[in-house]
């Protein structure tokens, strides 16, 4: 059931719309930061938007049986990790401000969705290791910009936890990247 509804043309074009929406929406919320942001550091400090447009690329690609495996890994990767990245922000933001806007909970729907949406489509990605080494690389190298180089996005009450956010985004970078092996490579191994 669930299979059908995945691979149906229909459910296909309207996730691909809906992410690409949110791609585009994603981007307008960063405006501001990227205004003041180094020209070398643009492409990766909108990490969510950058995350939904791989999966939206993967998603044009696959209604018409094409892979890019490069895209996918990075898709299952960064969706996983900005999807569950976001959620726990806001829910952090919650925790330390006591109320939380109506963005808030919407990002928290939307970037859950984001997560599971990723991890659903792993039995179709055409991904081998030499992708998800690619992906783990650009992956781990966003925390670096973002950490070292003090480019992650504004989160103002969150801002004197940096360290900590730091130190939680690199295991979730870790974690995501395991999750993408192992449902992706491992999984296919162990089935076949």
């Known amino acids: 059931m669930i299979k059908c509804i995945l691979l149906d043309k229909r459910f296909l074009m309207l996730l691909f719309f809906i992410n690409l929406a949110g791609t585009i929406y994603g981007y307008k919320w960063y405006e501001s930061q990227l205004s003041v942001t180094p020209d070398i550091f643009l492409i990766f400090v909108p990490d969510s938007p950058t995350a939904s447009l791989f999966f939206t690329i993967f998603l044009l690609f696959f209604m018409f049986n094409r892979h890019v495996p490069y895209v996918e890994a990075l898709g299952i990767i960064t969706l996983f990790k900005y999807g569950i990245w976001a959620v726990v922000m806001n829910l952090l933001t919650l925790a330390v401000d006591g109320s939380l806007n109506w963005q808030g909970y919407m990002l928290i729907a939307s970037h859950g969705a984001m997560a599971i949406q990723g991890l659903l489509y792993a039995p179709y990605y055409q991904i081998k290791l030499r992708h998800i080494a690619v992906a ?20 103002g009450s969150l ?3 940096m360290n900590e956010i730091g130190y939680f985004t690199f295991w979730l970078s870790i974690v995501s990247i395991f999750i993408a092996y192992y449902l992706t490579i491992r999984k296919k191994e162990h089935d076949n």
């Open 136 to 155: 783990a690389v650009w992956t781990l190298h966003n925390d670096i910009i973002d950490y070292v180089f003090e480019m992650m996005p504004v989160y």
């Open 159 to 161: 801002t004197e936890y």
